[in-house]
């Protein structure tokens, strides 16, 4: 199974939540391919570095411990980046520029041709074989409708955090460079989750479960920690991640993550008791 990630040095706590839940929830087998793209703009924000190679040998010794096989590819991407979107009206996205780099993915000899894009905020609740094992065979990736812009949009706009690609009918349609083309001459409300809707030929529309935005189901397979509005005790704002580990307890309330939580709190302090040593 191919997953693919990108982001700064800053997503290591997304990177290893979420994959401690893939690899606890799911029962296959099967190996584990995860690519994580990154680049160096820190001359836009200091703080947008590629994440560390440390780091990437920390995520793969965690997840050969569920199978010998798995494996991290770190690509970096900056050459890519300042050739393609240097400059444009979207480099200031609502989120950050690294939001932008699934758009590279046809430009990438390395990504094959099924492929599931997640966004670090992301836990699986379910096996992650119900999601990945969906036929998309004449489509051009599955995706899950956006849970305010379904309302406030489009009845199909989707949420781009959860996204499983048929490549080859990627590169054929030639939906990313659309998408680039967009990004470089217009400036977009959500960037490339709204030039990724724009671009479509043909998508799978998937029930809310697999990328659940706001609740928590039985049936839920990927539980997405992204902002959203809380109407208690006042209308207000919030972006709780899964790495917030109180705030899942004492806003939330959830308990079916603990296992999962747990041991992110064990494995980021051997991290940090590592570097210190």
């Not at 994440?51 to 798995?70: G, M, R, S, W």
């Not at 305010?148 to 949009?153: P, S």
Request: glycine residues 4%; charged residues 25%; contains cysteine.
């Amino acid at each position: 199974m191919n997953i693919l990630f990108s982001g700064n040095d800053g997503v290591f706590d997304g990177i290893l939540t979420c994959l401690l839940s893939i690899m606890k929830r799911t029962s296959a087998k099967e190996p584990f391919q995860v690519y994580v793209l990154t680049m160096d703009v820190s001359h836009i924000k200091s703080q947008y570095q590629p994440i560390h190679d440390e780091k990437i040998a920390f995520l793969q010794d965690v997840v050969k411990e569920y199978n010998t096989l798995n494996k991290i590819i770190k690509i970096d991407v900056t050459d890519i980046y300042e050739r393609e979107f240097a400059g444009s009206p979207n480099e200031q996205c609502y989120c950050s520029p690294y939001t932008l780099l699934r758009l590279f993915m046809d430009l990438i000899p390395e990504i094959p041709d099924k492929v599931l894009y997640l966004d670090v905020d992301v836990l699986f609740q379910r096996d992650i074989s119900l999601l990945y094992d969906i036929d998309i065979e004449g489509y051009e990736y599955a995706a899950a409708r956006d849970h305010y812009g379904k309302y406030t949009i489009h009845p199909n706009y989707i949420n781009a955090g959860v996204l499983l690609f048929n490549m080859k009918l990627c590169r054929e349609t030639g939906i990313f460079e659309k998408a680039r083309n967009l990004i470089r001459t217009k400036k977009l409300l959500f960037a490339d989750q709204s030039a990724i809707y724009r671009s479509t030929t043909r998508k799978k529309m998937l029930p809310q479960k697999f990328n659940d935005q706001k609740f928590l189901h039985p049936s839920t397979v990927v539980r997405h920690f992204s902002k959203r509005l809380f109407y208690l005790p006042y209308p207000h704002t919030d972006n709780i991640k899964q790495w917030h580990v109180s705030k899942i307890h004492s806003v939330f309330h959830y308990e079916q993550f603990d296992d999962i939580l747990y041991e992110y709190i064990y494995l980021r302090r051997k991290y940090q008791n590592g570097r210190e040593a």
